[in-house]
């Protein structure tokens, strides 16, 4: 078992993943547009 607090990051990360996949994929849709 992961130790508690390595298990809240791994939490967090999984939370924070789709949200910077959607900045880096509009991002990428503005470069694409230029």
Do not use: H, Q, W, Y
Not at 4 to 20: F, G, H, V, W, Y
């Amino acid at each position: 078992m992961l130790p508690p607090k390595r298990k809240a990051m791994l939490d967090e990360l999984s939370k924070n993943i789709p949200k910077m996949v959607r900045v880096g994929f509009k991002v990428l849709v503005d470069e694409l547009d230029l």
